[in-house]
């Protein structure tokens, strides 16, 4: 597939590292500084990064990791054809699944280690009970952004309840507009259902809802200028992600995939766009319309413009495994070091050791590439 890569020079370039979070805590850590501070400008900066590598997460490659991923459930009541179509009912059994209480003790590790943004993800998040009180857990330990990924079925009912425990904002997957393409995508007759859970969403404090949809070649790909007029009309916050392969079903192949730039095109061939910045870690590309028309379009594009480079990111599946990349071949078991009866402190050293080593990026781009075992439902998207 010849992918054009999108317009590089107008993605403006967006604030350097990790946002608000990473500034807060240097704030914090140049705050310590001061009872140090006798010596040069020199020695001052150095201690603040003293204080910062001490306290943050950082990879070899000098990536600061600050964002989790946190998957609590390997369940889901989808059978999207793009992650677990071919799946078999293989869920973990529940002796395997962190229990709520082990994910409240690693949240607070995590929290320590500087992690500032967590995203609640599954499986699908919202089928596991007690979602709402561990969104409020993470909402008091303090994260800056907290925010879950759910496929909205059951949205509608608990929004205003993940409100009130101090969600700070919600993507919600949908993938198609048409009920009857969405009934073949997810196997579910949910359509109704995810539209009312993004009508809850954009009524409530959550909103503007960002709708995902993950774009299959031959699929929903005549839906791009469809979506389009969905953000303009429903003032939502539309992302195309590019399909990468972690489906079931192992049918991703690299003319499948339609690159965000020709999303990118299309859009903007009808109602041009206009870069809005972004911080380098983010995964999404951001316009809006130049004509002012409400809604936002997000472009994210793994396979044809990988943004390893920036990546700030770590996941912990529902079975407790760590692991550094979507792509990575190998899970770092910290149910069994939890388990184990390992303290606070081992625990922090084990994960510092894993994220030291986390990938340079992935291969999805090279001849040899091998797709992970695990799929996108159990790693948590
Ligand atoms: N069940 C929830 C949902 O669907 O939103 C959360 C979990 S799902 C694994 C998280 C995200 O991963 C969703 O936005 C989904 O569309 C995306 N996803 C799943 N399989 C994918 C694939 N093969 N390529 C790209 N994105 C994928
Ligand atoms: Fe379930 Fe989300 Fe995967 Fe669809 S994308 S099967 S809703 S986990």
Redesign the pocket.
């Known amino acids: 597939m010849a992918a054009r890569a999108m317009p590089e020079r107008n993605w403006a370039e967006g604030l350097a590292g990790n946002g608000r979070a990473s500034r807060s805590m240097e704030r914090s850590a140049s705050s310590k500084m001061c009872i140090f501070s006798r010596g040069t400008r020199f020695h001052t900066a150095n201690r603040v990064l003293f204080f910062w590598s001490e306290m943050s997460l950082q990879d070899k490659f000098g990536r600061q990791i600050t964002d989790l991923r946190i998957s609590v459930t390997d369940r889901?009541n989808?059978r999207?054809v793009?992650?677990r179509s071919a799946d078999p009912e293989n869920y973990r059994d529940h002796d395997q699944i962190l229990s709520w209480k082990e994910l409240e003790r690693l949240a607070k590790v995590f929290y320590e280690l500087g992690i500032r943004k967590v995203r609640m993800?599954?499986?699908?998040?919202l089928v596991r009970s007690g979602a709402e009180e561990y969104v409020k857990y993470l909402s008091d330990l303090g994260f800056a952004d907290l925010s879950m990924?759910?496929?909205?079925h059951l949205l509608a009912e608990r929004c205003e309840g993940l409100m009130a425990a101090g969600l700070h904002r919600i993507?919600?997957?949908l993938?198609s507009l048409s009920p009857q393409k969405f009934e073949k995508i997810t196997r579910t007759k949910s359509f109704n259902s995810v539209i009312n859970g993004i009508d809850a969403v954009q009524k409530s404090k959550l909103g503007p809802a960002k709708v995902?949809a993950?774009m299959v070649r031959g699929i929903n790909d005549d839906e791009v200028e469809a979506f389009a007029e969905f953000a303009r009309d429903r003032g939502v916050i539309m992302r195309f992600?590019?399909?990468?392969?972690?489906?079931a079903d192992r049918h991703?192949s690299r003319d499948r995939v339609v690159a965000a730039a020709e999303v990118f095109d299309r859009i903007n061939a009808r109602w041009p766009l206009v870069q809005i910045p972004h911080e380098k870690s983010e995964t999404a590309r951001k316009y809006r319309f130049a004509d002012g028309a409400q809604g936002e379009i997000g472009l994210i594009a793994p396979v044809t413009q990988p943004f390893c480079g920036h990546c700030s990111r770590i996941r912990l599946t529902a079975d407790g495994k760590l692991r550094t990349c979507l792509f990575s071949k190998d899970d770092h078991d910290l149910r069994a070091y939890l388990r184990d009866g390992a303290s606070d402190g081992e625990l922090e050293t084990f994960i510092k050791s894993v994220v030291n080593e986390k990938e340079e990026g992935h291969h999805i781009n090279d001849p040899g590439f091998v797709q992970p075992n695990r799929t996108?439902?159990f790693?948590?998207?």
């Not at 993800?121 to 998040?125: C, F, H, L, R």
């Not at 990924?149 to 909205?152: A, I, K, L, P």
């Not at 992600?241 to 489906?247: R, S």
């Open positions: 889901c989808f999207c793009y992650c993800t599954g499986g699908e998040p990924t759910t496929n909205g993507n919600i997957s993938d995902n993950v992600i590019e399909f990468m392969p972690l489906d991703w996108m439902v790693i948590g998207g």
